[in-house]
T-cell receptor, first 113, second 114 residues
Framework: DQQVKQNSPSLSVQEGRISILNCDYT??????FLWYKKYPAEGPTFLIS?????DKNEDGRFTVFLNKSAKHLSLHIVPSQPGDSAVYFC????????????FGTGTQLKVEL | DAGVIQSPRHEVTEMGQEVTLRCKPI?????LFWYRQTMMRGLELLIY????????DSGMPEDRFSAKMPNASFSTLKIQPSEPRDSAVYFC????????????FGSGTRLTVV
C-alpha cells in the first residue's frame, strides 16, 4: 500500500525553464511534507519542507505547494539548472508516527542544456 | 562530523549466504532508520530505533531480516539467508528525535545477491 505516490518516474526539462514535480498522498494523518534530492551513488539529502498549516514554502529557486483537500503537493524549481538533475523523493510524516518518514518512489529529473 | 557512515559500499554475495550491513550514525542523533531503495517501491522503511530501542519493525520483509543497535554509535542489518530478491540499495539514516527534516542519510550499501 503506497501511501505516498509519485506517478511520474521521469521528467525532462530545458535549462532555464520551470520543473514541476508532483506527489500525492492517501494518509490524511500526514501533517509534514518534505522533498529530498538524490544524486547517483549518494544518499538522499533534504531539500525543502512544508507543514500542513501552510500552503506554500519558498527557498530560493525551490517552492513547495500543498493542497490538503486534494492530498497533493508539488515542487517547483525555477529556473532549472543542469545541476538539478537528480532523483527527487517526496516524503511525509504524521505527528503520531514520531519522525518516521514515508517516501514515494521518486522522480528522475533531467535538465537539458 | 563525517556524517552517517555505512559499510560496505558494495556487497556481492551468493544466495543463501549471510549478509551484514553496518551503520554508524551521527554523534548526538538519537533516531536511526534503515531504508531499502528499489525501483518499484522507492524508499521503504524497514525499521527504526529511538535511543537504541526498536520502535517500528513492520517494514522488515521477513524473518530473514534482523536489525540491532547495541549502542548509540552502531547498528547492523542482517539478512540470513540472502535471496536474489533482496538485491537493492540499503540506506541508513539518523536524526534528532522529532525533527523529520533532520534526517541525514548515509551513502548506502548496494547489495547484489546472485
Amino acid at each position: 500500500d503506497q501511501q505516498v505516490k509519485q506517478n511520474s518516474p521521469s521528467l525532462s526539462v530545458q535549462e532555464g525553464r520551470i520543473s514541476i514535480l508532483n506527489c500525492d498522498y492517501t494518509n490524511s494523518m500526514f501533517d509534514y511534507f518534505l522533498w529530498y534530492k538524490k544524486y547517483p551513488a549518494e544518499g538522499p539529502t533534504f531539500l525543502i519542507s512544508i507543514s500542513s498549516i501552510k500552503d506554500k514554502n519558498e527557498d530560493g529557486r525551490f517552492t513547495v505547494f500543498l493542497n490538503k483537500s486534494a492530498k497533493h503537493l508539488s515542487l517547483h524549481i525555477v529556473p532549472s539548472q543542469p545541476g538539478d538533475s537528480a532523483v527527487y523523493f517526496c516524503a511525509a510524516s504524521d505527528v503520531g508516527g514520531g519522525n518516521k518518514l514515508t517516501f514515494g518512489t521518486g522522480t528522475q529529473l533531467k535538465v537539458e542544456l | 562530523d563525517a556524517g552517517v557512515i555505512q559499510s560496505p559500499r558494495h556487497e556481492v554475495t551468493e544466495m543463501g549466504q549471510e549478509v551484514t550491513l553496518r551503520c554508524k550514525p551521527i554523534s548526538g542523533h538519537n533516531s536511526l532508520f534503515w531504508y531499502r531503495q528499489t525501483m518499484m517501491r522507492g524508499l521503504e522503511l524497514l525499521i527504526y530505533f529511538n535511543n537504541n530501542v526498536p520502535i517500528d519493525d513492520s517494514g522488515m520483509p521477513e524473518d530473514r531480516f534482523s536489525a540491532k543497535m547495541p549502542n548509540a554509535s552502531f547498528s547492523t542489518l542482517k539478512i540470513q539467508p540472502s535471496e536474489p530478491r533482496d538485491s537493492a540499495v540499503y540506506f541508513c539514516a539518523s536524526s534528532l528525535q522529532g525533527l523529520s527534516y533532520g534526517y541525514t542519510f548515509g551513502s548506502g550499501t548496494r547489495l547484489t545477491v546472485v
